[in-house]
């Protein structure tokens, strides 16, 4: 029998590009999978066919991660349908881009809002149950942006560097009750965020990545499944880039 069965994940981000990938991956490796989007209800109800074919339960809601309360009702939700959150994963992200000269307050303030407070709401809403339980994996996707910086993504970076402090803290906080809390930084990876990246900007950034080729959502997802897996029991408060190399 898979190691991971009847196992609960929740991973926010669910209905593209990394999140969808690790929706797969979670109920491939036999994880019962809960997810949430912001908008796309068409794409999270074929998201949730696709991942049911794996013959586990997959349950798809739409919720908002900038505010508390549209959080705790999803995990009140996935934890009285599915059964306690043993892995979550946030993925949920933005990117609102310019130069810091010309960024509107709303700007900053929506990709902290979605990107770092997305995480805070999320890991709040569920940590409780999992000390309880002195259980619980957590990984957090942030970029390697939040560990080098990337112009015009002022606020990006910033609120990726923060899911990292953030991850350690909660690392250190958490180790006692069996509570592994990891950061993934992914680099360039082929998603709808990066889509918009062409021309002289795609050749710059596929010359400065030593595999020459973007990443794939799925390459992410893999990664995150060994985390949340028991192949992974003694890394916890680690930040695992998965860049082709374009960092190094
Ligand atoms: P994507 O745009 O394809 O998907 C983003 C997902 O986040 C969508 O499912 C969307 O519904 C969800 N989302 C956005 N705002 C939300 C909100 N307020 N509430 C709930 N859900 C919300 O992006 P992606 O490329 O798959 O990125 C996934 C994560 O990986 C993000 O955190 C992103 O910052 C990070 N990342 C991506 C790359 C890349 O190159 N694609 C690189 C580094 C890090």
Redesign the pocket.
Known sequence: MEENTSRVALV?????????ATVLGLARDGFDVAF?????EEAARSLEKEAAAYGVRVLGRR????TAEPVRELVAEVEESLGPVDALVT?????RDNPLVLMTDEQWQEVID??LG?VYHVCRAVVFGMMKRKAGAIVN?????GVYGHATQSN?SAS?AGIIGFSRALAKETGRYGIRVNAV??????????AAIEGRALKDVMASIPLKR?GR?EEVADLVGYLVSERAQYITGAVLQIDGGITI
């Open positions: 926010t981000g669910g209905s593209r590009g990394i999140g969808r949430c989007y912001r908008s796309d919720a908002d991660v900038t993925a949920a992200g933005i990117t979605t990107n997305g996707i942030s970029s390697v942006a990006y990726k930084a992914p680099g360039f990876i082929e998603t709808d965020m990066t973007m959502a």
